[in-house]
C-alpha cells in the first residue's frame, strides 16, 4: 500500500533550512509530552507516553535514551516558515528566535499529529519497520498501537492549546483548531481511499492524484496556512502560503514516485525500479496503465497481479512500457506544475520589510528547487 | 476486557430524561456527519461516511436507511442538562428549544467522540457484535475500522466549531477544544491501563478505579463540564457539574458491574452472573481477591484462568467466596458514595430562577436515583 517514504536525501541548502528550526521544534514537542503526563498513584501510565516516545526516536523499547535522530520534521519547518515569511506579527526582527515561540505549539500539534498517522499507518500496512528500528506495533501489539496512536492525536491537538499562553487570541487559537481537525479528517479520507484502491485495478491517475492531495499534501497545506494564520491577519497572504503547501506537498509525493522507479541507488541511497519489484501502485504504473497499447496493459496487469519477486527481464518489460508511455516525462512534467503552482503562490506572498520573512520565502525557494532538481539528476 | 456495557434498562422516569434532547441531538449529529462530507470528482468518498453511519445505526451494510435506534446519547444529554442547569446563557425561557443551538454542536462533538471510542475499542477488544449488529470492523476490515474509527474523531473535533456560527465566543471556544482534548488523552490513558492489566492478575481495586475513572469518566465529566462553560461563566457553577459528571460516571460504571454479577435476567435483561462466565476482571472480583482467605483466592485465580467454560457448581462457588468477602456490599456501598458525591455536587449548583434549569437539575436527580435504585432490585 501507499505511503509517503521516510528517507530523503539532503542536499546542503536543503539542509540548512530543515536545521532551521529543529532545537526549537524539538523543545517543543517534548513540552508537549510533558503535558500530557498525568501522574498517578495506583497506576504507571510512563510506559504509554514511553511509547509515544519510543516512536518519536528518543527512547529504546525498555524507554532508555537514545542518541537523538528527531527526522526532518519536514511540516513544523514549513508551518514556522511560513509564520516567518508571512510577517511573524512583525516580531521576526527581534534577537534570537524568541519570537518563534507563538508558533512552536502550533508546530508541535502539527508533527505529532503526522506522527499518529504514520504510527497507525503501520498497523493498517502490517510494516515491521520505519527508521530501520521495529515498528510500534511489532513491540508493544496493535491494541496498543491503536490506542496509543489515538493518544498521540489527542496530544497533538491537546499541544496547539499551549498558543493561548503565549497570547494567541481565542478567535485565531479556534480558527487554528479548524484548520487542523479539518486537515486531519480530510488525511482520513485519503487514507479511506488509499485502503480502498489496495485491491483495485481501476484506479486512475485522477483518482490517485486525490488521494494523495488528502492523504499527503492536506496537513502540508495546513502547516503553511496554521503558520501564516499565526503570523498575518491577511487572508491572500493567509490564501497564498496554503497554496504553496498544498503544491510542495503533492510534488513531493510525485518525487517520491519517481524516485521509486528511477533513482540510483548510488546517488539516492534507493533500489532503482524499487517500487516496481514492491508492485507498489503509485504515478508512474497508473499513468502507464492508462496510456499503454492493450497489449502492453495485458502485461502490465499480468506482472503486477503475479505473486513472484519480478525478475531481472520483467522489470526491463515493465520499464520498456513506462518508455512507451513517456511516463517519466509525464510525471517531471507533473511535478513541474506542482513545482511552478507553488512557486506562484509563493510570488504572491508580499515582500516585507524584514530579513527574516525575507530569508523564509527563499527557504521556501530552495524546498521547492530542492524537489524539482534532484529528480533531474 | 472490560468494556462500557451498551444496555441499559430504563426506567420511565429516566426515559424522559433520555428523550428530551434526542430529536435536537440527531439532528446534530446528521449536521455534523453532512458537514464532512467533501464531495470529489475523480473518488467516492459515500462509503468512508457510509461507515460511520452505520456505526451510528443509522444504516444497513449497504448503506440503506434503517429504522433509527438512536442509542441513549447518555453524553450529550448529560452536556446540555449541564447547560440548561448553569442558565443557558439566561436564554432558557424563551419558547422552544431554539436556545439549545449554542450547545448542541458540543453536544454532538461528545457524541461522535464517544463513538470513536467505541469503533476502536471493538477492534482491540476483537468484538463481533455491537447492538447485536456486526461490529464495523467485521464488516470492513481493521484497516478500515481503525481509519474510520479516527475518521470519526477528526469529525467529533470539527464539529464543535460550529459553535462559533451560534455566537460563542473564540475564547470559549478554545477552552471547549482544550478541555475536550484533554478527557481524550485521558480516555487513551485508561484504555492503555485496560490492556494493560489484560494479562495480569495484581490488579488493585486501586487500580481498576483509577482505569474507569479514565476510560469511562472522564468523557462524562468532559460532557457536564462543556456543557456548564456553555451556560455560565461561574466557575464555581462549572467545577461543581464536573464533578457531578465524574461521579455519575464512575457510578454508571460500578452499577454495571454490579448488574453483571447479580442482576437476574428477568429483570434487567441479562445474564445471572453474565461477567462470572465472561471471567470479566470488574469490580467484584478485583475486591473479593484482596479480601479472601488464602484457600478462597487460590480458587478464584485457579477458575479465572480456567480456559474451559465454568460450570453451575463453579459459578456457585465464586458466587460463595463473594459472599464471604461481602463484595456485594462493598460495591454498592461504594455506587452509594459515588452518588452521594454527584449529589453533594448538584448541590453546590446555584438554583436559578427558571424552570427550565430547575427541571434540568431534577433530571439529573432522577439519573442519580436511577444508577442508585436499579441495582437495589
Same mark, same amino acid.
Request: with cysteine.
Given at each position: 500500500? &501507499?505511503?509517503?517514504?521516510? !528517507?530523503?536525501?539532503?542536499?546542503?541548502?536543503?539542509?540548512?533550512?530543515?536545521?532551521?528550526?529543529?532545537?526549537?521544534?524539538?523543545?517543543?514537542?517534548?513540552?508537549?509530552?510533558?503535558?500530557?503526563?498525568?501522574?498517578?498513584?495506583?497506576?504507571?501510565?510512563?510506559? &504509554?507516553?514511553?511509547?509515544?516516545?519510543?516512536?518519536?526516536g528518543w527512547v529504546d523499547p525498555s524507554f532508555a535514551p537514545?542518541?537523538?535522530?528527531?527526522?526532518?520534521?519536514?511540516?513544523?519547518?514549513?508551518?514556522?516558515?511560513?509564520?516567518?515569511?508571512?510577517?511573524?506579527? +512583525?516580531?521576526?526582527?527581534?534577537?534570537?528566535?524568541?519570537?518563534?515561540?507563538?508558533?512552536? #505549539?502550533?508546530?508541535?500539534?502539527?508533527?505529532?499529529?503526522?506522527? &499518529?498517522?504514520?504510527?497507525?499507518?503501520?498497523?493498517?500496512?502490517?510494516?515491521?519497520?520505519?527508521?530501520?528500528?521495529?515498528?510500534?506495533?511489532? *513491540?508493544?501489539?496493535?491494541?496498543?498501537?491503536?490506542?496509543?496512536?489515538?493518544?498521540?492525536?489527542?496530544?497533538?491537538?491537546?499541544?496547539?492549546?499551549?498558543?493561548?499562553?503565549?497570547?494567541?487570541?481565542?478567535?485565531? /487559537?479556534?480558527?487554528?483548531?479548524? *484548520?487542523?481537525?479539518?486537515? =486531519?479528517?480530510?488525511?482520513?479520507?485519503?487514507?479511506?481511499?488509499?485502503?480502498?484502491?489496495?485491491?483495485?485495478?481501476?484506479?486512475?491517475? /485522477?483518482?490517485?492524484?486525490?488521494?494523495?492531495?488528502?492523504?499527503?499534501?492536506?496537513?502540508?497545506? =495546513?502547516?503553511?496556512?496554521?503558520?501564516?494564520?499565526?503570523?498575518?491577519?491577511?487572508?491572500? !497572504?493567509?490564501?497564498?502560503?496554503?497554496?504553496?503547501?498544498?503544491?510542495?506537498?503533492?510534488?513531493?509525493?510525485?518525487?517520491?514516485?519517481?524516485?521509486?522507479?528511477?533513482?540510483?541507488?548510488?546517488?539516492?541511497?534507493?533500489?532503482?525500479a524499487g517500487d516496481i519489484h514492491r508492485r507498489k501502485r503509485?504515478? #508512474?504504473?497508473?499513468?502507464?496503465?492508462?496510456?499503454?497499447? /492493450?497489449?502492453?496493459?495485458?502485461?502490465?496487469?499480468?506482472?503486477?497481479?503475479?505473486?513472484?519477486?519480478?525478475?531481472?527481464?520483467?522489470?526491463?518489460?515493465?520499464?520498456?512500457? &513506462?518508455?512507451?508511455?513517456?511516463?517519466?516525462?509525464? =510525471?517531471?512534467?507533473?511535478? +513541474?506544475?506542482? =513545482?511552478?503552482?507553488?512557486?506562484? /503562490?509563493?510570488?504572491?506572498?508580499?515582500?516585507?520589510?524584514?530579513?527574516?520573512?525575507?530569508?523564509?520565502?527563499?527557504?521556501?525557494?530552495?524546498?521547492?528547487?530542492?524537489?524539482?532538481?534532484?529528480?533531474?539528476?
Amino acid at each position: 500500500m &501507499f505511503r509517503p517514504r521516510s !528517507t530523503m536525501t539532503v542536499t546542503p541548502g536543503i539542509q540548512t533550512t530543515l536545521l532551521r528550526y529543529q532545537r526549537e521544534i524539538q523543545e517543543a514537542l517534548r513540552a508537549a509530552l510533558q503535558r500530557g503526563h498525568h501522574p498517578t498513584q495506583a497506576t504507571n501510565l510512563d510506559p &504509554f507516553y514511553g511509547q509515544m516516545q519510543y516512536h518519536l526516536g528518543w527512547v529504546d523499547p525498555s524507554f532508555a535514551p537514545v542518541p537523538l535522530n528527531p527526522g526532518k520534521l519536514l511540516r513544523p519547518t514549513l508551518l514556522l516558515l511560513a509564520y516567518e515569511a508571512s510577517g511573524a506579527w +512583525g516580531l521576526s526582527e527581534q534577537e534570537g528566535t524568541d519570537y518563534l515561540r507563538r508558533a512552536l #505549539p502550533a508546530a508541535a500539534s502539527v508533527e505529532l499529529t503526522h506522527n &499518529f498517522t504514520l504510527i497507525h499507518d503501520d498497523i493498517v500496512d502490517n510494516d515491521m519497520e520505519r527508521h530501520h528500528q521495529p515498528t510500534l506495533w511489532t *513491540i508493544w501489539g496493535s491494541s496498543q498501537g491503536i490506542n496509543t496512536g489515538d493518544g498521540m492525536f489527542a496530544l497533538g491537538r491537546l499541544a496547539l492549546w499551549d498558543i493561548l499562553r503565549e497570547g494567541v487570541e481565542g478567535e485565531i /487559537a479556534a480558527r487554528l483548531g479548524t *484548520i487542523l481537525d479539518r486537515a =486531519c479528517l480530510i488525511v482520513a479520507e485519503g487514507q479511506f481511499l488509499d485502503i480502498s484502491f489496495e485491491r483495485r485495478e481501476d484506479i486512475s491517475v /485522477a483518482m490517485y492524484l486525490d488521494m494523495i492531495s488528502r492523504k499527503t499534501a492536506a496537513l502540508m497545506s =495546513c502547516a503553511t496556512e496554521m503558520g501564516a494564520l499565526l503570523g498575518t491577519r491577511d487572508e491572500a !497572504t493567509i490564501t497564498s502560503l496554503r497554496d504553496f503547501g498544498a503544491g510542495i506537498g503533492i510534488a513531493f509525493q510525485v518525487r517520491d514516485d519517481l524516485l521509486g522507479i528511477w533513482a540510483s541507488s548510488a546517488e539516492l541511497g534507493k533500489t532503482p525500479a524499487g517500487d516496481i519489484h514492491r508492485r507498489k501502485r503509485s504515478l #508512474p504504473i497508473l499513468h502507464a496503465l492508462e496510456h499503454a497499447s /492493450a497489449a502492453d496493459q495485458h502485461t502490465l496487469h499480468r506482472l503486477y497481479r503475479q505473486e513472484t519477486p519480478l525478475n531481472a527481464e520483467e522489470v526491463a518489460s515493465i520499464l520498456a512500457i &513506462f518508455e512507451r508511455t513517456n511516463t517519466r516525462a509525464y =510525471c517531471l512534467d507533473f511535478l +513541474g506544475q506542482q =513545482c511552478a503552482s507553488a512557486r506562484q /503562490a509563493l510570488a504572491n506572498v508580499p515582500r516585507l520589510a524584514s530579513a527574516n520573512a525575507l530569508r523564509a520565502l527563499e527557504d521556501m525557494e530552495t524546498l521547492i528547487h530542492f524537489v524539482e532538481s534532484t529528480v533531474h539528476a
